[in-house]
């Protein structure tokens, strides 16, 4: 008798704490909730109004309507097979369809301590951001079916299987990258396929010599406030938690969004006597997007080196690739985040050391011991990123101008601007 009372206590006391493992967690959900309103306020309206300003004011409708058609038919793939590949089970290089259009997913079932539809949807913004970052390398030259048909399948075939290697239990993970919230996924994917656009496209008409200045940065710095506040959301939730982590991660994004943008601007002065607004909030997007894949890894002091080293290396690679290579990188994708996710990517498997004294992080993956092995990690991650997006990236757009009858509109479209020949309207009527 006293043995079945034992026995029945002790099976209550595993269910209880297997309830408890496995029942939702207020807090947490709450935080990410918060955290994908704020994810989704980077795309709409901050991504919009930022590159809106950059533009000409003939091309001001297209790329907010860019924008918007982006985040929409992202959404409704990441919906029905988009986050299956990403997240299903799968392999090491993909997932499945064992997700698809939520299957078998309601209400009450957890992806850990929070809703597993909320985690989707967490990532969906994710999936939404990063093709629409894409954009700014096309910018004022490319058609609109051209820009919707690129997007959808790029998502599909180069942004979920990556997705899958790093976050979804792919061969990345398993050899311990460290990537929090998008170094590789986000801003290596986005930079790459934004710099084979801009060399396939070719460079608007009269560029380099004729001056295309941007027609509204009010709007621009207006983007750019949201963009660093909803960055909160996309590096603070990536802990998926209201923790210690999420707190740090959210500090050391605002550490380095504040010196790129102190750097970026004592550059122009040095440079030019002046500092520039345009080149101030360059800097601190450069700042955020290298930031990035090491937010939860690394400390302040970390992150103070890493906003620095944004705000240099990002300006010397816009300079170099407008001005050396020729290439029209419309509203410079690649040198800021491309370049940067790169720069963070490897700076996480330095400053994620815990031996670095005001500079330490918070130790490297499990498995590794060594800073040696950690950046020999962080640089399969960013090697292997490239060459797939390239490669992925380059063969879509040469697949999409077949389905198309051509990547751009014509001269006379181009000269006309956008808005009024791919939507028959016009952003301003003064």
Not at 290 to 300: E, K, L, R
Not at 354 to 367: I, K, Q, V
Request: charged share 10%.
């Amino acid at each position: 008798m006293i043995k079945f009372i034992l026995l029945s206590l002790f099976s209550l006391l595993s269910f209880s704490s297997s309830a408890t493992e496995n029942s939702l967690n207020g807090a947490n959900t709450a935080w990410i909730l918060t955290s994908t309103a704020l994810v989704l306020l980077m795309t709409l309206p901050g991504l919009a109004l930022f590159y809106g300003g950059l533009v000409r004011r003939k091309n001001i409708l297209s790329i907010l309507m860019q924008c918007f058609a982006i985040a929409s038919i992202s959404s409704v793939l990441w919906l029905v097979v988009g986050y299956s590949l990403a997240f299903g089970e799968g392999n090491a290089w993909i997932g499945d369809f064992s997700k698809v259009l939520m299957i078998g997913i309601d209400k009450n079932t957890l992806s850990g301590d929070i809703p597993e539809s909320l985690f989707m949807l967490f990532q969906m913004t994710f999936a939404v951001i990063t093709p629409a970052l894409i954009i700014g390398a096309f910018a004022e030259r490319m058609k609109f079916s051209a820009v919707l048909l690129f997007s959808a399948l790029w998502l599909l075939v180069v942004y979920a299987p990556i997705t899958h290697w790093v976050w979804g239990g792919g061969w990345l993970a398993q050899m311990g990258l460290y990537d929090f919230a998008g170094g590789t996924v986000v801003h290596i994917t986005a930079g790459v396929a934004a710099l084979v656009a801009a060399v396939v496209l070719g460079p608007r008409l009269g560029f380099p010599k004729t001056p295309m200045m941007p027609h509204n940065l009010t709007m621009t710095v207006t983007g750019a406030g949201l963009l660093w506040v909803g960055w909160f959301g996309f590096n603070g939730g990536s802990a998926l938690a209201a923790s210690g982590d999420a707190s740090m991660a959210m500090l050391v994004t605002h550490i380095s969004a504040s010196m790129g943008a102190l750097t970026w601007a004592a550059i122009e002065w040095k440079k030019f006597g002046k500092a520039s607004v345009l080149g101030a909030v360059t800097g601190m997007v450069a700042g955020l997007g290298t930031i990035t894949p090491a937010s939860g890894f690394v400390g302040p002091g970390g992150a103070l080196i890493i906003g620095l080293l944004a705000g240099l290396v990002c300006f010397y690679a816009t300079v170099y690739i407008k001005q050396k290579l020729k290439i029209d990188d419309s509203l410079d994708v690649f040198p800021v985040h491309g370049v940067g996710g790169i720069l963070g990517t490897l700076l996480a498997g330095i400053f994620s050391s815990a031996e670095l004294g005001a500079f330490s992080g918070y130790g490297f993956a499990e498995g590794i011991s060594t800073m040696a092995e950690q950046v020999t990690v962080q640089m399969i991650g960013i090697l292997s990123t490239i060459v797939y997006t390239a490669i992925v990236s380059y063969l879509l757009f040469k697949l999409v101008a077949l389905m198309t009858n051509g990547l751009r509109v014509s001269e006379e479209q181009e000269t006309t601007g956008l808005d009024l020949n791919e939507h028959d309207e016009s952003g301003y009527n003064l």
